[in-house]
């Protein structure tokens, strides 16, 4: 068995601060106001003035990987302005997790923009690729020789649904049309960014990190339950890595939406990403203008989520059909409680390591997340993290019980895998 990456998962703008992007606009603005939520970012966690002591805990923590983002308004301030200033602390942070081991792995695309991309071009105009891929090359160029697992996308079908669909996240737009003409650019701009850092670097292994969610129906004997449960699935759970295969971006859910677009992807993509949290039901709704319902059955953290860990391995055997190697590129829980949150690691972990004595590709798993974060709609109410961040005195960072259960998870695994190869060779 090639080795497996042991990590944790961040991104650039919700450990940050000090910054100022679309999100910190809409702030401003008022705009996020949902469902009585009203995220407040107050700097993040102040990573940005502190990622040393971050990236010690991560040393203590015991990884071999860690996958975090840039953010691009700080490196791109103006669309014809990079800041050195901020490359070079990027610099920094690489080399000090490479000294240390620890393989980084870098998510050029984490939900947020420059505001000024908002007014040249977001991501439904087709020069948004053009501009994004600019800046990448920046990034590419400057990296090439230290970075090699390369996420170019997080979740894009997420981002597209609450930036185009729901509108909850900038450009606030409800069109699903649009929302479609934008994902099938990222998914453009995606090859690009793969042939452009294949040219460099023939090594280099490019993904996309894809939130994937267990679909049940509600009843089983109910066809359009199944049926609802069918189209739902495919829509955002294969839709995307079909196109790599079909070299057709193709979305059909009756009375909603209906897109087909030629995007020649040729497969173009080395691992696939795996985000995954929760599973979902879903039932027919007697309804013209939308029959698909889709809730959770079982709350049980505090995003109101349902903790199915069997769901990583029916994911995990899903998404193994399309023949690529996958990295487990989120998986975590908020919640306050510290229990659950270890017997979360413990039983997800079990899955994984079933999926891989039943041969499915996996070559890594970072959970999701650090330390507690900037959770998008949610704030700071939501904790994912293996360390607590004390908001109230100056974003102090305390290890929780979890912290050390997943390190010694790590060590007792990393055991077990072994043996696990050493068998596997005998044969
Ligand atoms: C998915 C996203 O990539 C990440 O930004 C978010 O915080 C987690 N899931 C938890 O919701």
């Known amino acids: 068995m090639k080795k497996f990456f042991w990590g944790v998962a961040t991104s650039s703008f919700q450990i940050e601060g000090h910054i100022e992007n679309d999100f910190t606009e809409w702030e401003k603005e008022g705009k996020f106001k949902k469902a009585g939520l009203e995220p407040i970012y107050d700097n993040g966690t102040n990573h940005w003035l502190i990622w040393k002591d971050d990236f010690d805990l991560l040393k203590e923590l015991g990884v071999n990987a860690y996958r975090f983002s840039l953010e691009w308004?700080?490196?791109?301030?103006?669309?014809?302005?990079?800041?050195?200033?901020?490359?070079?602390?990027?610099?920094?942070?690489?080399?000090?997790l490479l000294k240390n081991e620890i393989e980084p792995f870098l998510t050029l695309h984490h939900f947020t923009h420059p505001i000024w991309f908002h007014e040249f071009s977001p991501w439904h105009n087709d020069n948004s690729i053009e501009i994004f891929y600019n800046y990448v090359e920046k990034i590419v160029m400057r990296f090439k020789d230290r970075i090699k697992f390369w996420i170019t996308f997080n979740e894009p079908l997420v981002w597209v649904m609450a930036g185009y669909g729901e509108g909850n996240f900038p450009p606030g737009i409800k069109n699903p049309e649009m929302m479609m003409i934008a994902l099938s650019n990222i998914l453009e701009a995606?090859?690009?960014?793969?042939?452009?850092?294949?040219?460099?670097?023939?090594?280099?292994?490019?993904?996309?990190?894809?939130?994937?969610?267990?679909f049940k129906n509600e009843r089983d004997w109910f066809l359009l339950d199944k049926a609802v449960r069918n189209r739902i699935d495919q829509f955002f759970n294969r839709m995307i890595p079909d196109a790599f295969v079909t070299n057709k971006l193709i979305a059909n859910l009756p009375t909603i939406l209906?897109?087909?677009?030629?995007?020649?992807?040729?497969?173009?993509?080395?691992?696939?990403?795996?985000?995954?949290?929760?599973?979902?039901?879903?039932?027919?709704?007697?309804?013209?203008?939308?029959?698909?319902?889709?809730?959770?059955?079982?709350?049980?953290?505090?995003?109101?989520?349902?903790?199915?860990p069997k769901g990583i391995l029916k994911i995990l055997k899903m998404i193994s059909?399309?023949?690529?190697?996958?990295?487990?590129?989120?998986?975590?829980i908020a919640i306050n409680n510290e229990e659950v949150r270890k017997k979360f690691?413990?039983?997800?972990?079990?899955?994984?390591?079933?999926?891989?004595?039943?041969?499915?590709?996996?070559?890594?798993?970072?959970?999701?997340?650090?330390?507690?974060?900037?959770?998008?709609?949610?704030?700071?109410?939501?904790?994912?993290?293996?360390?607590?961040?004390?908001?109230?005195?100056?974003?102090?960072?305390?290890?929780?019980?979890?912290?050390?259960?997943?390190?010694?998870?790590?060590?007792?695994?990393s055991q077990k895998f072994k043996t696990l190869a050493e068998k596997k060779s005998i044969k």
């Open 73 to 96: 308004a700080r490196i791109q301030p103006k669309i014809n302005q990079f800041s050195e200033k901020a490359l070079d602390q990027y610099d920094r942070m690489v080399d000090y």
């Open 190 to 214: 995606h090859k690009k960014i793969y042939d452009l850092i294949k040219s460099i670097n023939s090594d280099a292994k490019i993904g996309i990190a894809n939130h994937f969610i267990v």
């Open 258 to 308: 209906k897109f087909e677009r030629e995007i020649e992807l040729d497969n173009k993509i080395d691992f696939w990403g795996v985000n995954y949290y929760y599973r979902l039901f879903t039932k027919f709704k007697l309804s013209l203008d939308n029959p698909f319902h889709f809730y959770t059955k079982h709350p049980e953290t505090d995003t109101g989520w349902e903790i199915y």
């Open 321 to 332: 059909n399309y023949g690529k190697p996958i990295i487990i590129t989120e998986n975590g």
């Open 345 to 413: 690691l413990k039983k997800h972990l079990k899955f994984v390591y079933k999926a891989i004595k039943d041969n499915i590709d996996v070559r890594g798993y970072f959970y999701w997340s650090l330390t507690d974060n900037y959770e998008w709609l949610y704030g700071k109410s939501k904790r994912f993290g293996l360390i607590f961040v004390d908001y109230e005195s100056n974003y102090k960072r305390i290890p929780k019980e979890s912290f050390y259960f997943y390190r010694e998870l790590i060590h007792n695994y």
